[in-house]
């Protein structure tokens, strides 16, 4: 019998069995992954939270598989056929498919072939011409005639015996285990084009005469594949690697037919059921169990596909979540645009919108002058300190324009950052912009977003669905339900690792934090309005419905700056702060002394301050955040610096080294912002001089990195670069750029198809889908 399930999961996180015993115990009490992570640190051994999410999504799983095993012994019970020998097999079973093989025999289905042919008295003829072939086919089927039932004769009635054995080969469990394994290690998708489609297709052309074996296709490749044979471009199927070339496939059964005989002790020795027996062996693989392995199989490689494009884009989105903040400064948004004009929005320090305009520096009007004048205006009426420009149409023609502001009026001592615009749209037509600027134009809206975002990424990124902030890959290929909840996640955890401020937050960021919804988040909102700030943690236990339980939850995560209790800007959580009081009895100093003081906090013995409620590791972190109060994990705000002269793709030369911004990182290789219009490639071979495996491990979303130009492609549109700056143009002839898709102000990658393997040029233009 299979280990209980907190002994499953430990061995696959490799912690102890106590550990995950009292993390389960925490979750199914309600609590959060940020919360356990960050303040039961001695409950759990220190489980972090990558541990935590890895153990909820198992514990998941496992509950699922137990009840489902529940259900199948039950059904095969009430069926009177349970034997002890099927109930251990079923009890031994590690996964779902496991489960299903076994269950497959007894699950309920139409009236088949082989039931019909039981019901009319042929299973007696079909095992005997298995058990015995030296019997006579014709012959023997002559005892078991019965034109009633639509076996006249014994032509009809070996059919029928047929259909029974295919039947009873086809749902053997541990034969369809053997398969299925020998079909991974062997079996290639194979896809070629569909006749008549290669014009319209031809985005798919890479994919017109491939294969790749199943157990080493990439998750791009697999989901291009599965897009193409969607979108009607492609067959898509699972052939066995002895039959890749169809003018070296020997006659006779293939290994698996072969697999199948003999498990049945089905030989060729030519006794008189020999061929009859062989030609049932053929038609079980044919008809039943290549067609039902195939899809389990490419159903499976899906499952692996999907989840890792959910993972890229996890950690794409939480490197551009955990993007540096420029900080408090009042900031001006432009969404560049060129007939429709630029969109300025000027908001405070707090993100508040103190003044907008739009101007027309571009075509058809070309109002320089006039839109300088404008800028210039704004930034001296309201003390801007940063410009913020969208990255969208006509990006590096404003750049330049604000560019001239700076050179003519130095005294403003102006900055300008271009930053990205993804998922801008989607929060300028939502809802929640609507209420919160019902009567600004869509565009101004979207220039709010822009400045917001680069004083406070996570602040301004969370209004957006984050499936919709365009750093995934493949992201509409997969399941939309397993995305949100793993997207969701990666949120929450961002959002309660940096903390909020409760007086300045705004809902969709509230509702993120750890105990809290948006019902929650809105009474906490609603409750400032109408006292004012909040002055200490302990105020938010008069915000409707937050009780108990939610404050334990969510008030380290919340953060009072200027409170009465200088502990409550802190990520000390207050079930915590009598250890503090012990700290400052023995340094005899009030906590504002003390706040910042490093000297004097590493001169403690933190073990002194434990108890059987605190444990070292809370000591430990209670002492950090005291030497550093309010620290942000975020890095220190950088921006790259584009090229003057460099603004469209012609003007890029082999050879150019520039900066840039990492705008999206997949499996095989880092997109990259070089301030023309389109994202260039850094394929995974040009990241470093030593070999990576996985892009992560080098770059991250948000980076700003140098590369060289390798090759420039005007016709498609496409960028090699390269992160090796001794690498020489020509070597790029393996690695090219997909067009970025810049379709509008939310800058999305374009979607053809992803390449083979072994073809790294295309494979460096595999794009992602918009």
Same mark, same amino acid.
Not at 227 to 243: A, I, K, M, T, Y
Not at 628 to 647: I, L, M, N, Q, S
């Given at each position: 019998?299979?280990?209980?399930?907190?002994?499953?999961?430990?061995?696959?996180?490799?912690?102890?069995?106590?550990?995950?015993?009292?993390?389960?115990?925490?979750?199914?009490?309600?609590?959060?992954?940020?919360?356990?992570?960050?303040?039961?640190?001695?409950?759990?051994?220190?489980?972090?939270?990558?541990?935590?999410?890895?153990?909820?999504?198992?514990?998941?799983?496992?509950?699922?598989?137990?009840?489902?095993?529940?259900?199948?012994?039950?059904?095969?019970?009430?069926?009177?056929?349970?034997?002890?020998?099927?109930?251990?097999?079923?009890?031994?079973?590690?996964?779902?498919?496991?489960?299903?093989?076994?269950?497959?025999?007894?699950?309920?289905?139409?009236?088949?072939?082989?039931?019909?042919?039981?019901?009319?008295?042929?299973?007696?003829?079909?095992?005997?011409?298995?058990?015995?072939?030296?019997?006579?086919?014709?012959?023997?089927?002559?005892?078991?005639?019965?034109?009633?039932?639509?076996?006249?004769?014994?032509?009809?009635?070996?059919?029928?015996?047929?259909?029974?054995?295919?039947?009873?080969?086809?749902?053997?469990?541990?034969?369809?285990?053997?398969?299925?394994?020998?079909?991974?290690?062997?079996?290639?998708?194979?896809?070629?084009?569909?006749?008549?489609?290669?014009?319209?297709?031809?985005?798919?052309? =890479?994919?017109?005469?491939?294969?790749?074996?199943?157990?080493?296709?990439?998750?791009?490749?697999?989901?291009?594949?599965?897009?193409?044979?969607?979108?009607?471009?492609?067959?898509?199927?699972?052939?066995?690697?002895?039959?890749?070339?169809?003018?070296?496939?020997?006659?006779?059964?293939?290994?698996?037919?072969?697999?199948?005989?003999?498990?049945?002790?089905?030989?060729?020795?030519?006794?008189?059921?020999?061929?009859?027996?062989?030609?049932?062996?053929?038609?079980?693989?044919?008809?039943?169990?290549?067609?039902?392995?195939?899809?389990?199989?490419?159903?499976?490689?899906?499952?692996?596909?999907?989840?890792?494009?959910?993972?890229?884009?996890?950690?794409?989105?939480?490197?551009?979540?955990?993007?540096?903040?420029?900080?408090?400064?009042?900031?001006?948004?432009?969404?560049?645009?060129?007939?429709?004009?630029?969109?300025?929005?000027?908001?405070?320090?707090?993100?508040?919108?103190?003044?907008?305009?739009?101007?027309?520096?571009?075509?058809?009007?070309?109002?320089?002058?006039?839109?300088?004048?404008?800028?210039?205006?704004?930034?001296?009426?309201?003390?801007?300190?940063?410009?913020?420009?969208?990255?969208?149409?006509?990006?590096?023609?404003?750049?330049?324009?604000?560019?001239?502001?700076?050179?003519?009026?130095?005294?403003?001592?102006?900055?300008?950052?271009?930053?990205?615009?993804?998922?801008?749209?989607?929060?300028?037509?939502?809802?929640?912009?609507?209420?919160?600027?019902?009567?600004? =134009?869509?565009?101004?809206?979207?220039?709010?977003?822009?400045?917001?975002?680069?004083?406070?990424?996570?602040?301004?990124?969370?209004?957006?669905?984050?499936?919709?902030?365009?750093?995934?890959?493949?992201?509409?290929?997969?399941?939309?339900?397993?995305?949100?909840?793993?997207?969701?996640?990666?949120?929450?955890?961002?959002?309660?690792?940096?903390?909020?401020?409760?007086?300045?937050?705004?809902?969709?960021?509230?509702?993120?934090?750890?105990?809290?919804?948006?019902?929650?988040?809105?009474?906490?909102?609603?409750?400032?309005?109408?006292?004012?700030?909040?002055?200490?943690?302990?105020?938010?236990?008069?915000?409707?419905?937050?009780?108990?339980?939610?404050?334990?939850?969510?008030?380290?995560?919340?953060?009072?700056?200027?409170?009465?209790?200088?502990?409550?800007?802190?990520?000390?959580?207050?079930?915590?702060?009598?250890?503090?009081?012990?700290?400052?009895? =023995?340094?005899?100093?009030?906590?504002?002394?003390?706040?910042?003081?490093?000297?004097?906090?590493?001169?403690?013995?933190?073990?002194?301050?434990?108890?059987?409620?605190?444990?070292?590791?809370?000591?430990?972190?209670?002492?950090?955040?005291?030497?550093?109060?309010?620290?942000?994990?975020?890095?220190?705000?950088?921006?790259?610096?584009?090229?003057?002269?460099?603004?469209?793709?012609?003007?890029?030369?082999?050879?150019?080294?520039?900066?840039?911004?990492?705008?999206?990182?997949?499996?095989?290789?880092?997109?990259?912002?070089?301030?023309?219009?389109?994202?260039?490639?850094?394929?995974?071979?040009?990241?470093?001089?030593?070999?990576?495996?996985?892009?992560?491990?080098?770059?991250?979303?948000?980076?700003?990195?140098?590369?060289?130009?390798?090759?420039?492609?005007?016709?498609?549109?496409?960028?090699?670069?390269?992160?090796?700056?001794?690498?020489?143009?020509?070597?790029?002839?393996?690695?090219?750029?997909?067009?970025?898709?810049?379709?509008?102000?939310?800058?999305?990658?374009?979607?053809?198809?992803?390449?083979?393997?072994?073809?790294?040029?295309?494979?460096?233009?595999?794009?992602?889908?918009?």
């Amino acid at each position: 019998m299979l280990a209980p399930i907190e002994h499953r999961i430990a061995i696959e996180l490799n912690v102890r069995p106590a550990q995950v015993n009292a993390a389960i115990a925490l979750l199914d009490e309600g609590a959060t992954v940020p919360f356990i992570a960050r303040y039961r640190k001695e409950v759990t051994g220190g489980l972090d939270d990558t541990q935590l999410r890895t153990l909820e999504e198992r514990l998941t799983y496992l509950r699922d598989l137990e009840e489902r095993r529940t259900a199948i012994l039950a059904s095969i019970d009430e069926q009177g056929k349970l034997t002890p020998e099927l109930k251990a097999e079923i009890e031994d079973a590690e996964t779902k498919q496991r489960l299903e093989d076994l269950y497959l025999p007894y699950k309920q289905k139409r009236r088949t072939k082989a039931q019909i042919a039981r019901e009319a008295g042929l299973e007696p003829l079909a095992l005997a011409l298995l058990d015995n072939p030296e019997l006579t086919p014709d012959d023997e089927a002559e005892k078991y005639l019965n034109a009633d039932a639509g076996f006249a004769d014994a032509r009809a009635a070996l059919d029928g015996a047929r259909q029974i054995l295919m039947e009873k080969f086809a749902e053997d469990a541990d034969l369809l285990r053997q398969l299925r394994e020998y079909l991974g290690e062997h079996g290639h998708v194979r896809s070629t084009v569909v006749e008549g489609k290669e014009t319209e297709g031809a985005k798919f052309r =890479d994919w017109f005469d491939f294969a790749e074996p199943i157990g080493e296709l990439p998750s791009h490749r697999a989901l291009a594949l599965f897009r193409g044979r969607n979108e009607g471009f492609l067959n898509v199927g699972l052939v066995l690697d002895s039959e890749l070339d169809p003018e070296q496939v020997k006659p006779g059964p293939n290994p698996c037919e072969q697999r199948i005989a003999a498990r049945f002790g089905i030989k060729a020795q030519g006794r008189p059921a020999d061929k009859w027996l062989a030609d049932t062996v053929r038609w079980t693989w044919k008809v039943k169990v290549a067609t039902h392995l195939e899809l389990d199989l490419m159903n499976e490689l899906r499952e692996r596909a999907e989840e890792e494009a959910i993972r890229v884009f996890g950690r794409n989105l939480k490197d551009l979540l955990l993007a540096a903040p420029a900080g408090q400064h009042v900031t001006m948004g432009i969404d560049p645009g060129i007939r429709t004009g630029c969109k300025l929005a000027v908001v405070d320090a707090t993100g508040k919108l103190l003044d907008t305009a739009t101007i027309y520096p571009h075509e058809p009007r070309c109002d320089w002058d006039g839109s300088m004048a404008t800028i210039a205006r704004l930034a001296s009426k309201h003390g801007v300190s940063l410009i913020a420009i969208g990255n969208g149409t006509a990006s590096r023609e404003t750049d330049k324009l604000v560019q001239d502001v700076m050179k003519r009026h130095p005294e403003a001592r102006l900055q300008k950052i271009v930053v990205s615009e993804a998922g801008a749209s989607v929060y300028s037509a939502s809802e929640l912009a609507a209420r919160e600027f019902p009567d600004l =134009d869509v565009s101004i809206r979207g220039a709010v977003s822009i400045a917001r975002r680069l004083q406070d990424p996570l602040a301004e990124l969370v209004k957006i669905e984050p499936k919709s902030i365009g750093v995934g890959q493949y992201q509409h290929d997969v399941s939309q339900t397993k995305l949100a909840r793993s997207l969701d996640a990666v949120v929450e955890d961002c959002v309660n690792a940096v903390g909020v401020d409760v007086n300045t937050a705004s809902v969709p960021l509230l509702t993120r934090i750890s105990g809290l919804n948006a019902g929650l988040a809105a009474n906490i909102v609603g409750y400032r309005d109408a006292h004012g700030a909040f002055r200490s943690r302990d105020d938010l236990k008069q915000v409707p419905r937050l009780g108990d339980k939610t404050f334990e939850q969510a008030a380290g995560f919340l953060r009072v700056p200027n409170g009465d209790n200088p502990l409550d800007s802190s990520s000390v959580h207050p079930e915590a702060y009598p250890v503090v009081e012990k700290i400052l009895v =023995d340094l005899k100093k009030p906590i504002k002394e003390i706040l910042g003081d490093a000297r004097a906090l590493k001169g403690l013995n933190p073990a002194k301050y434990t108890d059987e409620r605190f444990g070292l590791p809370t000591v430990q972190d209670i002492l950090k955040e005291l030497e550093k109060p309010g620290r942000d994990p975020r890095p220190e705000f950088k921006t790259a610096t584009f090229a003057e002269g460099v603004t469209e793709v012609r003007d890029l030369k082999p050879g150019m080294i520039l900066e840039g911004v990492v705008t999206n990182v997949a499996a095989f290789g880092a997109f990259v912002d070089i301030g023309v219009h389109q994202d260039g490639l850094v394929h995974v071979s040009a990241l470093s001089n030593t070999f990576v495996k996985d892009p992560h491990t080098v770059v991250k979303a948000g980076q700003v990195v140098k590369v060289k130009v390798l090759e420039v492609d005007l016709a498609r549109q496409r960028i090699a670069l390269t992160m090796r700056l001794a690498d020489e143009p020509g070597q790029g002839k393996r690695h090219d750029a997909a067009p970025a898709g810049r379709g509008g102000p939310q800058r999305q990658p374009a979607r053809p198809s992803a390449p083979p393997s072994g073809n790294a040029m295309a494979a460096a233009f595999a794009k992602l889908k918009r």
